[in-house]
């Protein structure tokens, strides 16, 4: 049964500013998560994006927002076949429990300027 379903939409400009900033990468995202992503070469941004509006979407489809979740708790990584996968720690991880959910799917898409994710959130 879907529990929860969030979609968030995140202006790929927005990660550039956030690369002049120290210290703000590492305070949203994993470190699997940005070793990943800034190890592939091109399209930095537009990856760091998509990730960043799976983190919004996840707490959209908890229906609960992101309070008091800390988001580098969420990470964002892609299978060997490229499918990209939600991996949950801490206060993620709680929330997620606390939900009633069991699983997550997620969906991402860029293009350009702007990134897309979907999440569902499932009770098998």
């Not at 995140?10 to 070793?35: C, D, N, T």
């Not at 994006?49 to 008091?68: C, D, I, S, V, Y």
């Not at 490229?82 to 801490?90: I, Q, S």
Request: hydrophobic share 45%; proline share 3%.
């Amino acid at each position: 049964m879907i529990t929860g379903i969030g979609v968030d939409v995140v202006h790929v400009k927005r990660m550039a500013r956030w690369h002049s900033i120290p210290g703000i990468l590492e305070r949203y995202f994993h470190p699997q998560e940005l070793s990943a992503v800034l190890g592939k070469g091109g399209g930095i941004d537009l990856s760091l994006a998509a990730r960043f509006a799976a983190k919004e979407a996840f707490g959209k489809a908890l229906g609960t927002g992101l309070a008091g979740i800390v988001l580098k708790d969420i990470m964002v990584i892609n299978r060997f076949n490229g499918r990209p996968e939600v991996r949950l720690f801490g206060t993620a991880l709680k929330a997620l429990e606390k939900s009633g959910a069991r699983r997550v799917h997620i969906s991402l898409t860029h293009e350009r300027d702007n990134a897309i994710a979907m999440v569902v959130l499932e009770d098998p």
